[in-house]
């Protein structure tokens, strides 16, 4: 599981590079804004799950839609706070299931 926080680029590139990460669950970054969540990352990290943590009715333009682009056409199911309320991942080391807490 990769939690970026607010991490953006010049952090996701020192991340895809020097550490060559794999994650099944990444916490997309900054709330899903233009500056985070790059292809470079992705194709480094290859997660299949992604959680944007996003304030409900919040009119900050998050997440952005080349974002959710990027994450569809890198085959990552995706949960939003803002529209499933809380997010849960169960990893046993060997697996992972994500689940909303209103849907699945």
Not at 6 to 18: G, M, T, W
Not at 70 to 99: C, F, M, N, P
Request: charged letters at 20%; one cysteine or more; aromatic letters at 6%.
């Amino acid at each position: 599981m990769l939690l970026e926080g607010d991490a953006e680029e010049p952090v996701e590139r020192s991340i895809a590079l020097q550490f060559h990460a794999h994650a099944d669950v990444l916490k997309v970054g900054h709330h899903g804004s233009a500056t985070s969540t790059t292809q470079q990352l992705l194709d480094a990290v290859r997660p299949q799950y992604a959680v944007i943590s996003l304030g409900y009715r919040k009119t900050f333009g998050f997440p952005r839609r080349d974002v959710l682009e990027r994450l569809e056409a890198a085959h990552v199911r995706t949960y939003r706070t803002d529209a499933q309320g809380a997010i849960s991942s169960y990893l046993d080391g060997k697996s992972v299931i994500a689940q909303a807490a209103c849907c699945p």
